[in-house]
C-alpha cells in the first residue's frame, strides 16, 4: 500500500500514534488560522514528495499569509505540522513485514534532516519501543517495506511519516546488512501463492 503523508496522518489519529499535530485543509484562511493554532510555527508539506524537496517551515505570519495565498491560487490542499524542537537529528527504522531490521540517526545543521539535502547518518541500536512503534505503524497503514520517521522530543517518540517506497542509501552505510537483498528476499519469500507456482513453472526455474 502506498500513501500519502496526509492518509499517514489521518491513520495515526485513528490509532493513537504519537505525532505532531497536523492540519489538512484547503480553504486558505483555515490553512492561516491553523497557523496561530499550531504555535505559529509550522511546517508546510506538499501531499506528494520526497527527499525533503518542497517542504518548508512558516515562523512568521506576514510570510505564511503570502505562501499560503499564493498557493490557494494552484488550488493546493494545506498540510501543516507543528513544528517540534528535534536536535536537529531524527530516525529512519527499516521494516520489513513483521521486523524492524535496522535504523540510523539523520543528523543536520538545521531542522531538514533528509540525507539528500545533506545530513549525515549515524548507527543507531534499535530499542524494544522503536520497534514496536516502528512495526505498530507499518501494520496500521498496511505498508509491507517501510521506512518509518521518528523524532525524539520532549514529548517523547513521534511519528513523522512511513514510506512506502523508502531509499537505503544512507541506512546501508551504517548497516553491515545488505539491505537490498533483504528486501528481495522478503518480496520473493512473500509473493501471493500463484505467483509463486508461475515462478516454479518457468524453464528457468528448472535449470
Not at 485543509?25 to 508539506?45: H, M, R, T, W, Y
Not at 540517526?105 to 538545521?110: A, W
Not at 522503536?130 to 505498508?143: D, E, F, G, N, Q
Request: glycine share 6%; hydrophobic share 40%.
Amino acid at each position: 500500500m502506498c500513501i500519502r503523508d496526509s492518509l499517514s496522518s489521518v491513520y495515526f489519529e485513528k490509532y493513537n500514534i504519537p505525532t505532531p499535530k497536523t492540519v489538512i485543509c484547503e480553504d486558505p484562511q483555515d490553512a492561516l488560522n491553523s497557523f496561530d493554532n499550531l504555535g505559529g510555527d509550522v511546517i508546510l508539506k506538499p501531499l506528494f514528495g520526497s527527499k525533503g524537496i518542497g517542504i518548508t517551515r512558516l515562523q512568521d505570519k506576514a510570510f505564511a499569509e503570502n505562501v499560503i495565498f499564493t498557493l490557494s491560487h494552484l488550488n493546493e490542499v494545506f498540510y501543516l505540522q507543528e513544528f517540534v524542537p528535534h536536535y536537529h537529528r531524527d530516525i529512519r527504522v527499516l521494516v520489513l513485514g513483521d521486523e524492524a531490521i535496522a535504523a540510523m540517526y539523520r543528523i543536520s545543521d538545521s531542522w531538514k534532516t533528509n540525507v539528500h539535502a545533506g545530513a549525515k547518518v549515524e548507527p543507531l541500536e534499535l530499542n524494544e519501543e522503536l520497534k514496536k512503534l516502528a512495526i505498530k505503524v507499518a501494520k496500521i497503514t498496511k505498508t509491507e517495506i517501510a521506512g518509518v520517521d521518528i523524532m525524539e522530543s520532549e514529548r517523547g517518540y513521534l511519528v513523522i511519516e512511513v514510506n512506502s517506497i523508502p531509499g537505503f542509501i544512507g541506512l546501508q552505510k551504517v548497516t553491515n546488512l545488505n539491505l537490498a537483498e533483504c528486501i528481495v528476499d522478503y518480496f520473493l519469500e512473500n509473493l501471493p501463492p500463484i505467483i509463486q507456482r508461475l515462478r516454479a513453472m518457468s524453464p528457468l526455474a528448472r535449470k
